[in-house]
């Protein structure tokens, strides 16, 4: 099965952070888009970190997967490893709900990282390890962290403890406070171009393929489509071709560029009837392939439309378009929750008409 190791985009990471551990790092802030086999990646390199059957002279040597350590990762049971998630994310993957209190209602779950799951820490990193090895603390998505607990957390960092490491990871370093950021080591994961990404999904299809003899076929568009909505990154790609959701999107971005009659009243009901931030993610992105094709640029997410971009490109009329774009993007941050969903789809899509000289 494909992992992490086969993926070429990863190798020169990991070659960075066996670097960080002969430099004796004791934070790492590591950036990477969701899908591109980063987590999978840190997970290997925690455990080869907490292991102690590998050959330490060996300093490329990956965990043994056999030795206690080993054992008790596997059981997300190692006592010297930590990982601190937002609340409603560990209970969304449990499937639990969250405490009640004592009037028997359940609080909301935190999607923030809070100082309270932060002091603790203070005395997990204090007392010696219990294997002798090192204290491990991983954040993520270490953006999530609130003020109280970046700044009780910075604190930390201030003063490391000699075996301890920090691993912040998250899908943009701007999202770190620049002064915890300044106190670690920072690795950005690329994503791969184009080319190696689609080959590295359809490598990922085919063994899906050789597992399952009736799985979907899917035209080189869709493949294109997942691919730009997912930042390149092939299995956050195979994913969204494995939703029902892709298809749909196909469809509104079919509308986007076509402009059929009747697109807007269709796409506002649609748009109104979903979660903002799916039909949101598309209409961004098209949108900057737009720009890209007014400055004769290829397309940067979906290169099967690189003829209607370059089409539609010609309607732009700039400086205008910027400002609609940037009051396009100014909606970004209440899309999570929408007063009137339908609303903002016609507003949306208002700025967009706008935008392709369609409006009026
Ligand atoms: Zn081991």
């Not at 952070?17 to 790092?25: G, K, P, S, V, W």
């Not at 943009?172 to 190696?196: D, E, F, Y």
């Not at 971009?309 to 941050?333: D, H």
Request: charged share 20%; aromatic share 6%; with cysteine.
């Amino acid at each position: 099965m494909l992992s992490w190791q086969d993926a070429p985009w990863l190798k020169p990471v990991w070659q960075q952070l066996l670097q960080t551990e002969h430099r004796h790092a004791h934070a790492l802030a590591i950036e990477s888009q969701p899908g591109l086999g980063t987590e999978a990646m840190l997970q290997a390199y925690v455990a080869k970190r907490l292991c102690e059957g590998r050959e330490r002279s060996d300093s490329s040597a990956l965990a043994c997967g056999s030795c206690p350590s080993c054992q008790w990762l596997a059981q997300h049971q190692h006592p010297d490893l930590r990982w601190v998630r937002p609340e409603a994310l560990s209970l969304n993957e449990s499937g639990e709900e969250g405490e009640a209190d004592a009037k028997g209602k359940v609080a909301k779950p935190s999607n923030e990282i809070r100082i309270d799951q932060i002091r603790p820490l203070e005395s997990f990193l204090q007392v010696a390890s219990h294997r002798a090895g090192a204290r491990i603390v991983w954040l993520e998505p270490a953006q999530t962290l609130n003020r109280p607990a970046a700044n009780a957390l910075l604190k930390m960092l201030e003063e490391p403890g000699d075996a301890s490491l920090w691993i912040l990871s998250t899908p943009r370093l701007s999202g770190l406070m620049p002064t915890i950021r300044s106190r670690c080591i920072t690795v950005s994961v690329n994503p791969p171009p184009a080319k190696q990404a689609q080959a590295f999904l359809q490598q990922l299809l085919h063994e899906a393929a050789c597992a399952k003899p009736h799985a979907a076929q899917y035209e080189p568009a869709l493949l294109g489509l997942a691919l730009g909505l997912s930042h390149h990154a092939p299995w956050r790609a195979k994913e969204r071709l494995e939703a029902p959701l892709l298809a749909e999107q196909s469809r509104w971005l079919h509308a986007l560029a076509q402009l059929p009659s009747g697109w807007f009243s269709q796409l506002a009901s649609h748009w109104a009837d979903c979660e903002a931030l799916d039909w949101f993610e598309l209409l961004e992105r098209w949108v900057i392939d737009l720009l890209q094709a007014r400055y004769l640029l290829d397309p940067i997410y979906f290169k099967a439309y690189a003829a209607a971009a370059q089409t539609r490109a010609g309607g732009l009329k700039l400086p205008q378009c910027f400002q609609i774009i940037n009051r396009l993007l100014a909606m970004k941050s209440s899309l999570r929750h929408p007063l009137n969903p339908r609303l903002h789809a016609e507003s949306a899509l208002l700025h967009y008409a706008e935008l392709v000289g369609q409006s009026g």
